[in-house]
């Protein structure tokens, strides 16, 4: 049963940044996502929390087109993104060019931080502005070195990724997504293949994006980090939203009592 809190958030008076309706994906008899629907607003930090297995993180790649849902509607800055079927009934782009203009204004973070291993850490973080965006080069290092600043790696511009730890390649790929100038930051479990001591660090640069006032929807089992950042929470139950609200709702006197049990489990993990 799909619960929601009464309580309205103060993002939901700026308009939608990414919106689905009746989301369903499935991957052959395994239905994954089964009629999602929710709406993430400008400036806003969206939390998708929930069991391994719930969905989440098919959510987050169907929100970035790197999954096709097989049902359901999809918007992107209010624009609705055009999806059809093949002739054997497989999910299908409906608009090529349309997915790769929507793209640019989505950026993801991944679990696995998915640098090229042989570029320098300022080469990883031009590439995609200079060669998809087609920022002029000097332009692009200028914005680069600034993001490096900002996730604290300035003097490791020179350096390989081979040569980091993983939170300060998480770090990298973060600064590599603000690269991209995105109306939307997605965060796939950001933290997960970190080791315990490396956690806070990538947590710390997630939060200061958060405070500047960028739109994110974030896929973690941080929980008190949700609870701290979040404008709103979904708890996802086996591929439907259980229940969602403000963090204060879902997260300390949930209506569900499956997400209660969530909650409480990982709290005590």
């Not at 619960?3 to 939608?16: D, V």
Request: with cysteine; proline share 5%; charged share 25%.
């Amino acid at each position: 049963m799909v619960t929601q809190a009464n309580t309205l958030n103060k993002s939901e008076a700026k308009p939608p940044v990414v919106e689905t309706r009746d989301l369903h994906k499935s991957y052959g008899e395994h239905h994954v996502l089964k009629g999602i629907s929710f709406t993430a607003h400008e400036g806003g930090v969206l939390s998708l929390i929930g069991s391994s297995g719930s969905g989440k993180s098919t959510l987050l790649r169907c929100i970035n087109l790197l999954e096709i849902p097989n049902a359901g509607e999809l918007y992107i800055g209010g624009e609705r993104v055009l999806l059809k079927q093949s002739q054997s009934g497989e999910p299908i782009i409906g608009d090529a060019r349309q997915v790769e203009r929507i793209r640019t204004q989505l950026s993801m973070v991944f679990q696995s931080f998915n640098l090229w291993p042989h570029r320098t850490v300022l080469e990883n973080v031009i590439e995609a502005p200079v060669h998809v965006l087609g920022e002029n080069k000097q332009e692009a290092i200028a914005h680069a070195e600034a993001l490096l600043e900002k996730v604290g790696l300035a003097d490791k511009r020179a350096v390989y990724p081979s040569f980091l730890s993983g939170g300060q390649q998480q770090r990298v790929a973060i600064a590599r997504a603000l690269a991209m100038r995105p109306k939307v930051m997605l965060f796939d479990e950001p933290t997960s293949a970190l080791d315990p001591e490396l956690v806070g660090e990538v947590l710390k640069v997630i939060r200061s994006i958060a405070e500047e006032g960028r739109s994110m929807i974030l896929v973690t089992h941080e929980m008190a980090f949700a609870r701290d950042v979040s404008s709103e929470v979904i708890y996802l139950y086996q591929g439907q939203i259980e229940e969602q609200g403000p963090p204060e709702q879902v997260m300390l006197d949930p209506i569900s009592e499956r997400c209660r049990q969530f909650v409480l489990a990982e709290a005590n993990r």
